[in-house]
């Protein structure tokens, strides 16, 4: 059963705008910490965004100031709003979910999503 499914992705040009969505169906949604990763070929996966079951905020440096998580309580989706997206930006980005509990006790998020592209052209 799928958990955590992302939307959102798409090519655009630099200094462009996308907005991705994360539904998370988990009933724990409330209690859930979440993150945004991104990965391309040859590089390891990063965290560009989190967000916990507080509301407070943690970020990549190289996104800071472009990027936005925030989460909807009441319609469960989590959200990125990026801007001012340059071509380094261009990867498979995932959703990850977990209880804020289990993710601090384990260091590392149970649910993922299947991942949505994005490309930023010149």
């Known amino acids: 059963q799928v958990k955590v499914v992302e939307s959102g992705g798409d090519s655009v040009p630099a200094g462009g705008s996308l907005r991705l969505s994360c539904a998370d169906s988990r009933y724990t949604y409330s209690t859930d910490c979440m993150g945004w990763f991104r990965q391309t070929p040859g590089k390891e996966r990063e965290e560009v965004a989190h967000?916990?079951?507080?509301?407070?905020?943690k970020y990549a440096d190289s996104v800071v100031g472009r990027f936005t998580i925030s989460r909807d309580n009441v319609k469960n989706i989590l959200y990125l709003q990026m801007n001012s997206l340059k071509p380094e930006d261009t990867a498979m980005y995932s959703c990850a979910a977990d209880r804020c509990d289990i993710l601090i006790e384990r260091g590392v998020y149970n649910y993922w999503g299947q991942g949505t592209q994005v490309t930023v052209f010149s």
């Open positions: 967000i916990a079951s507080d509301g407070s905020t």
